[in-house]
Structures are given as C-alpha cells and as structure tokens.
C-alpha cells in the first residue's frame, strides 16, 4: 500500500505540511519530525501560529516551542543517537523585525513594531506577512546541512486554502512590488519554493473523497500558481479491517449489533481503500497511509508508533 | 429581554431568527448547518442559507455555482422555502463600499485602488465581517424568516463577533489618521512622503505600495461614520436574542478544546450557547461494553471459532472507540452546561447528497437530546 516514499526525510530540505482543517496536520507534522529524527536526523519544527497540542504530540511540554528562539524538545533519537527535534515559532513581525535588522534598520525596527506601523506595512502590500515568514524559512534553510544547525526543517503549514495564498505570496510580491529589496527577497524566495531539493509541500488528507477531492484541486493550484514541488502525500486515519471485509464478503453477516458493526467497518474500509487508490492514481509522488489510531486523543507515544511506522517505510538516510 | 429556554433542535428551527453555526475547520460545520436549513423549510420557514467556501461537492447539491453573492432557490421539495449563498467577502465589500460613499468619484477611487483590493480580500477579519454584513442584510429581508450562517472557519469564536469592530479599528487607527492628515491639512503627498518614516517605510515595501496605501485613506476619508453605524447595528443584532448561537464540534481531543474555547469565549460577550452539535461520532452498536465484547471474543477464540471472534472483536474496536470519545467530550458538555446537546453518528457512507443532507436533518431533531 506503501509506494515510493525512499528518502522521503533527505528529498528536501524543507517540508511544509498541509491539509484542509481536519485531516491532522498537526499529527502529521509530529510524526514526520519523530520519523526523521529516530532515523538520526536533526530537525527543527517551526509553527506558524503556535498551535496548541504540537509540542506535547513531540514529547515536549505545552509551552515549548512557543518563541522565536524555540526550543530543543529530544536528543539522542536513533540508533546513532544523533537525531534531535527543536522547535520554534515563526510569526511575521518577529520575521520583519530580523528582516529590518538585516537591512541595518534594528533601532527603527523596533519603533515601527511599537507604534503599529507594523501593521500599515503587514496590509499595505498583498502578502508581505507571508513572504516575511517565508524570508525567515529560507534564511533557516540555508543554515541546513552537515556543517549548520539542522538536517531538516518541517513547518506546519497554513490550513489548505491559506496554503495556496501563503506559497503564492513571493510570486505576487515579485510582480507588484517594482523594487527595492522586498523586491529581490520576493524573487529569491520564490526560487527557493521551485527548487525541489531545497523544499517540498507534504499534503496531508484523511481517506474520504471529499478530502480527496480538496486535495487534488490544491495540489493543481500550487503546481499551477508556484511551481513547487510535492514529496509524498500522506493519508491519515486509515483504517481497513481486511478480515471484517473478507466476512462480509464471504456472506457471513450474523443478525444484530454484530452484524451491523461488521457492515460498517466493511463499508468504511472499502472507503478508506478507494481514497487511497485515487491518492496513488492522481499524485506520481507516492503517498503514505498512517493507520487509524483508536483513541480521541492522541498522545506522544501514539505518534512514536505511527513515527515507527513511517520510518520503516522510508528507511533509513544514506 | 430573556430568550425563551429551547428544550430541543426542533425548538431551535422552529423558533430562532438567526442560527449562527460555529466551530474550527473540519467538524462538518458547513454541512450541519446546510442539515438545519433544509429541516427548517421541512417545517415550513423560509429559510436562507450562508455559506464559506464549502466543499465542492456540497456546492453542487445546493445549486451553488459561486457566481452570484445573492441567494438562489435551492430545488427542495418542502413546505417552506429554501435558498443558498456561497458569500464572497470581496463582492459583499465593492457592495457596502458603494452604498456608503457619498459619489461616484469617491466610489471609484476606493474601488479602484490597488491597497483596497488587498484590505477587501485578504485583511483578517474581512471575510468575517462580510460574513457578518450579509447576515444583517439578508435578516432585513423580507423573502426570508430564518438566516443560517455558517462562519469562516476559526480558532477565535470572537473574530466573527469583533469583525465589525477590528475592522474599524483597523480604518480608524492613528497611524492612518495620521497618514490622511497632512492632506487635511493642505499638504500635498509629496511632502509628507518625504517625512523619514515614510521614506523608510517606502523603501522597503516600495514607494508606489505605499503611495497607494495613503491615497486609499484619503479616499476613504469621510465615510468613516456610515461604516460606523453600519458595524455598530450589525454589533448588535449579532449579540441579541434574535441571534442563536451552535456550536459544531468533533470528539478529537484538539476540536473538543477548540469547541470549549469558543463557548468561554461567547461567554465573555454574554452570548449562550443554544445547541451543541457533536459531529461524526463512532456509532456505539448496541448498549454494551467494549470490555463485554471483547470477553465474548476471548471465548470464541477459546472454542476455535475465529469468524465469532473477529465479529466480537470489531465490535470491541468500535465500542472502544465510542467510549473514549464519550469520555473526551466530557469536559465540552460541563463548559456548555445551559445547552441543548445532540449526536450524529458517523455514517458508513459520506454525507453530500440534498437527500443524505436532509437525513441528517432529520436525525439533528430526532434524536433525543442526552447529556
């Protein structure tokens, strides 16, 4: 069920994750991070909003990772004992406030953040916020690699729709702006999405067709309108009970509670197989299934198994 | 004035005047509230529907085409009426922008203006002021006895009740204020360009970003107090009686804190929740336990008959499943105590269908309302 997810941790390095509201982007995001760093890697999970619940899911405290600075969350992960997940928050006046310090202006930056102008630029150009933010990534891209601070950055992206209009920015940017240097910040940045070995968009969904569907017409629009490219996708909450299927197949349906349950699970798994057969169908970068855990809240040893479960899947880096 | 205590969904179809439905993205928010809609004109209301950005799908079985940002007739054979909306925030914006401004040429310099079309679509809190407009026209509406409005999916129950203010607050604020008064003062844009904020600014988002930023204030200079009034009666309506409030919500750990957060929220405006809707619940088969079940999969297992034991063993899969999640929406029930609570079970099959629609309709007032 599992196709064409090698080097799913090495292919870029950056993933940003994203998916409709719903589908778990969050848990995805943890477990990609947890998967990469049991397989010996150094990763550096950024939020763009410090979403509740992402640090816990890593096995960190609800507070860590809350800052720009952020956080290391684990160390010695892997057989090697190399791997590590550090954590941070990306928002886009603390990205302005770094940008405006790299462009000499740290003393005005601060003033412009305290009196609110910050607030004239973040709306005065369509998606300046979102390229400040995607600035910030790319600076964090380039300190990547053996010699610098991480092996992999993973950002839990913006929800699905914001996905396209978040990646989008630095081409808007490029043509409005006429120049100066958010000009050529735009157009760097832009070339930094385009580079498949440099970042890739992880799309998450849940096996049913209207996430399905959603996440076709996203990845179209993100092809169409930014040129980046995917690493596999991932489908989440999965669950197939192959022997409830081959019961209800075989004709064996007892009356009451039993039976109704057995047409259910069969149903829901004949559902589950065909989404995932469309996700296989529609995306030529693979996809990945993460089973169904069942629970209503998920824990951090929840993502440690699904963790395991994806890192044998991928294998380990060369 | 106190609202009437409703004791069921059936209560609150037949009796609200608004039904705003809220709750974080994924919860099937756009879908319930299409559910209550097409069970109101069941009972005879005329009923309008606003939606966000739903699903395409469910677009189509409404006799959505996102062409038109007023409400058609959905083809619903029923005793009352049913028309649908898909809300386009910019369209809503050009509407209220042309029925504020006081000529033709104010009208077109904001319309036109590059930093307007950038406020209209993408400002936060835009689409949920529009949201919020187009509620308040379409409940002045006569065709219409009942709006139900389904909100922009957010984590901040209070972005939808604050749009009107934040985008105020947002016109209003002193930097604009003080970007519009040199030109009060006769000064010409030029001059104050050149004051060395400006000039900084302008050069890193670039001077013609900029230009158009203070060109769209000083345009809009003077229709401030109508957009006042306008947000300040929309304010209004949105926190009186006449506005019911749901709450959608899933038993994931995440959604359920996400619902309690938006009904503490609502709290602090003095808004109750009138109903909870929990969405795509595992369906518990039967009363008994998942404990029970797995003993009798146990025994099966013993006298080597596996089919049983698969059988039991499914049903102890998903009786688990509902118990964890009865227990996860615990702390949700305590926070909404006031409220009318209702569950919808997760079907085999996905809901997208008008029929599929309106059975869940049905079951939203069917189902008997346990805590």
Redesign the interface.
């Known amino acids: 069920m599992n196709k064409k997810i090698d080097h799913m941790f090495t292919m870029s390095r950056l993933l940003v994750v994203a998916g409709k509201g719903g589908v778990g982007k969050t848990t995805v995001t943890a477990v990609i991070a947890r998967a990469s760093a049991d397989a010996g890697l150094r990763v550096l999970v950024v939020t763009l909003d410090s979403r509740p619940g992402l640090a816990e899911l890593l096995g960190g405290s609800p507070s860590d990772g809350a800052d720009y600075d952020g956080t290391m969350i684990q160390t010695h992960l892997g057989a090697a004992k190399t791997g590590s997940i550090q954590m941070r928050t990306v928002t886009a006046g603390e990205a302005l406030q770094d940008y405006l310090a790299t462009q000499g202006l740290a003393l005005l930056a601060k003033r412009l953040v305290s009196s609110g102008v910050v607030g004239v630029v973040a709306s005065a150009a369509p998606g300046i916020d979102d390229l400040l933010v995607l600035g910030k990534l790319k600076h964090l891209v380039g300190l990547t690699g053996p010699d610098g601070d991480h092996d992999l950055i993973i950002v839990d992206g913006p929800a699905a729709g914001h996905a396209v209009s978040f990646l989008q920015a630095p081409a808007a940017m490029a043509e409005t702006i006429s120049g100066g240097p958010l000009r050529s910040q735009a157009i760097e940045v832009r070339s930094m999405l385009q580079d498949p070995q440099k970042c890739r968009v992880v799309m998450v969904t849940t096996p049913e067709t209207t996430p399905v569907n959603e996440l076709i017409e996203t990845t179209e629009k993100l092809t169409q309108s930014v040129g980046v490219a995917f690493a596999p996708v991932i489908v989440n909450g999965v669950d197939i009970s192959s022997e409830v299927s081959s019961l209800v197949a075989n004709g064996e349906i007892p009356d009451g509670v039993l039976g109704d349950a057995m047409r259910y699970r069969a149903t829901r798994s004949a559902l589950h197989l065909q989404a995932i057969d469309r996700v296989h169908e529609r995306m030529a970068v693979g996809s990945f299934a993460l089973p169904h855990i069942a629970t209503a809240s998920l824990q951090a040893h929840d993502v440690v198994v699904l963790a395991d479960i994806m890192r044998k899947a991928v294998g380990e880096p060369a | 004035m106190s609202p009437k205590k409703v004791q069921s969904f059936s209560d609150i179809i037949t009796t609200s005047r608004i039904i705003v439905c809220c709750g ?4 099937g928010k756009t879908t319930t509230a299409a559910a209550l809609a097409v069970q109101a004109a069941h009972t005879g209301r005329r009923v309008v529907l606003i939606t966000i ?1 739903p ?4 677009a189509d079985a409404l006799g959505l085409d996102g062409l038109s940002n007023d409400p058609s007739r959905v083809d619903l054979a029923c005793s009352g009426e049913l028309w649908a909306m898909m809300l386009d925030a910019r369209s809503t914006f050009d509407d209220v922008i042309r029925r504020e401004s006081r000529d033709l040429e104010q009208q077109q310099a904001i319309l036109e203006n ?2 307007y ?3 209209a679509s ?2 936060s809190g835009s689409q949920e002021y529009m949201a919020a407009e187009k509620l308040y026209e379409l409940s002045n509406d006569a065709r219409f006895d009942l709006v139900v409005v389904d909100t922009p ?1 957010s ?1 901040e129950a209070l972005d939808f009740l604050d749009a009107p203010q934040k985008l105020m607050n ?1 016109l209003d ?4 204020r003080w ?1 519009v008064m040199p030109a009060r003062g006769g000064l010409r844009l030029l001059n104050f360009a050149a004051q060395p ?1 400006l000039k ?2 302008g ?4 001077a ?3 230009a ?2 203070v060109n769209f204030f000083q345009a809009f200079d003077g229709i401030e107090d109508g957009f006042r009034q306008r947000s300040v009666a929309v304010q209004e309506l949105l926190k009186s009686s006449s506005s019911t409030y749901i709450v959608v919500a ?8 996400e619902a309690i957060y938006f009904t503490e929220q609502l709290a602090e405006a003095n808004i109750n929740i009138t109903g909870v809707i929990l969405n795509r619940l595992q ?1 518990p ?2 009363k ?1 336990s998942s404990a029970a079940s797995l003993t009798a999969a146990r025994k099966a297992d013993k006298t080597g008959d596996s ?1 049983v034991a ?3 063993r ?2 102890a ?2 009786r ?2 509902a118990e ?2 009865e ?3 615990k702390p949700l029930l305590e926070s909404s105590s006031g409220a009318v609570v209702v569950r919808l079970y997760q079907r ?3 809901v ?1 269908d008008l029929e599929a629609i309106a059975e869940l309709g049905r079951d939203l007032v069917a189902t008997t309302t346990t805590r």
């Open positions: 974080s993205g994924g919860v950005d699903a395409k799908r469910l590059p930093f079309s950038n406020i993408r400002l999916p984590r947002f604020h002193r930097v604009y970007l904020i900084t600014i050069r890193v988002i670039g013609d970003v900029l158009d930023a899933c038993a994931h750990n995440d959604t359920i804190q369906p088969f039967g008994g089919a698969v059988l039991y499914n049903l899969h998903l688990s499943l964890a999640q227990n996860a929406l085999a099959e996905d997208h």
